[in-house]
Every structure is written in structure tokens, then in C-alpha cells.
């Protein structure tokens, strides 16, 4: 059974001096970088979901442009551990694109997260922002008979009262919210 570490959209964008700016945005990173850490000893992959949009997108008839290809807004911050074992998804990359959900992601070479991952798999979900990008991918994932859980101290939100209710809806789907250190606790390291 696979099992996945999903960390969606956290790039600059998303970040207090981003173009997107989600006020609380960076405190995602620690608890972010805990899990990534922990992953790595148990020998659970690691997958980055990013926003990278073109400057033409649909997107941007909702929302204020952020995250354009090639730009540092795009970029995750330098604190995000990264290395080349972990694989990065971009999403929302065509002009009638929106890419809000990770499962819309490719990698360079054309991997998508369903190339990875499907029913009967767990993925545990970090990153931004709570009541759009992470319940997307929540949603999609439990809806695939994916096993769903979101690290509930690594997700931010624009808005605690869309989050609640964005909460309640992906509980109601069966994903489940449970702390960084509860991943920890659930995933001993081999002796
Ligand atoms: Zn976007």
C-alpha cells in the first residue's frame, strides 16, 4: 500500500509577502519540514503540489494573479526542506486551468498523483489554504478511496469562518484531521 506525503502550494505566493498573501501562511513551514523530516525516516514519499500559472489564466479572472511560471512567487520559500528524491507537481499550468486540486498536477515527465497512488492508499495532506487547495485535494482523494488525512497544524486558511465549514465538509467526506505529532506517533521508525 502506498503511502504519500502530499505538501500542496507552499510557495511564495501563498506566504505573507506573497501575491496571495495568507496572513499566517509560514507557520505552515515548521510543522511542514517536522512531517517531511519523519516521512524521510519512514520511507514515506514525499510529493509537492504547486500552483504555476501562466500569465493569460482563467485563474486570474477570480482571483489577483500570483504564482506566474518562472517567477519567485511561484518558487517555494528557502525554509521548505527539499530534496531531489521528493517529486513537485505543478498545477493550473494550461490558460484554462484553475488547478486548484493536486490531483490536476503533473511532474516534469507527465506523472500525475493518481500514477501513484489510488484506492486502499493513505495520504497525509500539509500546506495551503485550508478552504480551497487543501480541501480540493482532500476531497479528490477520499473520493478515490483514498485513506485522507490532513495534518491539521500544518494547514492556514484566508478565512477561519470558510475554513470551519470547509472542515466540516471534508470531515463529512471521511477525511480525517489529526496533528504532526500523531503522524509521528503512527509511524514509528524501523529499529
Ligand atoms: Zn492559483
Aim: with cysteine; aromatic share 4%.
Amino acid at each position: 500500500m502506498a503511502e504519500i506525503l502530499l505538501v500542496v502550494d507552499e510557495i511564495i505566493a501563498f506566504m505573507p509577502e506573497g501575491n496571495l498573501p495568507v496572513p499566517t501562511g509560514r507557520e505552515v513551514i515548521e510543522p511542514t519540514n517536522t512531517a517531511i523530516r519523519h516521512a524521510k525516516q519512514v520511507g514515506i514519499k514525499i510529493i509537492k503540489a504547486n500552483d504555476s500559472h501562466p500569465e493569460n489564466s482563467i485563474h486570474f479572472d477570480t482571483w489577483p494573479p500570483h504564482a506566474i511560471a518562472g517567477t519567485p512567487d511561484a518558487k517555494p520559500p528557502v525554509e521548505l526542506l527539499h530534496d531531489d528524491d521528493m517529486t513537485t507537481l505543478l498545477k493550473g499550468t494550461g490558460p484554462n486551468e484553475h488547478g486548484y486540486s493536486a490531483f490536476e498536477g503533473r511532474s516534469q515527465d507527465g506523472t500525475t498523483l493518481d500514477d501513484m497512488v489510488g484506492e486502499g492508499d493513505t495520504i497525509h495532506i500539509a500546506g495551503l489554504v485550508t478552504e480551497h487547495c487543501i480541501m480540493t485535494a482532500a476531497l479528490d482523494s477520499a473520493s478515490r478511496g483514498i485513506k485522507t488525512r490532513v495534518l491539521s497544524d500544518a494547514i492556514r486558511p484566508f478565512n477561519e469562518q470558510e475554513a470551519a465549514a470547509a472542515i466540516r465538509k471534508m470531515e463529512d467526506a471521511g477525511v480525517v484531521f489529526s496533528s504532526v505529532s500523531e503522524f509521528i506517533a503512527t509511524h514509528p521508525i524501523p529499529q
